[in-house]
Nanobody, 115 residues
């Protein structure tokens, strides 16, 4: 089993910055992808960004150039730095880990951007 514990998030004004981080523990192999999804009210969860063990990143177009994802392999941590936040970024953000076809999720963390 894999456990994901998230921290960060909160409330910020439009144009501000926030970070969310996630620490993984449990049965981790050598290769896995970590990332962040978000869920708007009444919508399905969507990928925001992810990063492979080798450091290859992938972003949804709406956050590219504003958000940066990074990971610390030794600490089994992934961080999403969010800059130039917009009210439409308001959502619950979920940490995700993909390993051998299995998906693992954090509990979710609220990010609210006021206008």
């Amino acid at each position: 089993q894999v456990q994901l514990v998230e921290s960060g998030g909160g409330l910020v004004q439009a144009g501000g910055s926030l970070g969310v981080s996630c620490v993984a523990s449990g049965s981790l192999g050598g290769f896995y992808t970590m990332g962040w999804y978000r869920q708007f009210p009444g919508k399905q969860r969507e990928l925001v960004a992810d990063i492979t063990t080798g450091g290859i990143t992938n972003y949804v177009p709406s956050v590219k150039d504003r958000f940066t994802i990074s990971r610390d392999g030794a600490k089994k941590t992934v961080i999403l730095q969010m800059n130039s936040l917009k009210p439409e970024d308001t959502a619950v953000y979920y940490c995700n880990l993909k390993q051998l076809g299995q998906y693992y999720w954090g509990q979710g963390i609220q990010v609210t951007v006021s206008s």
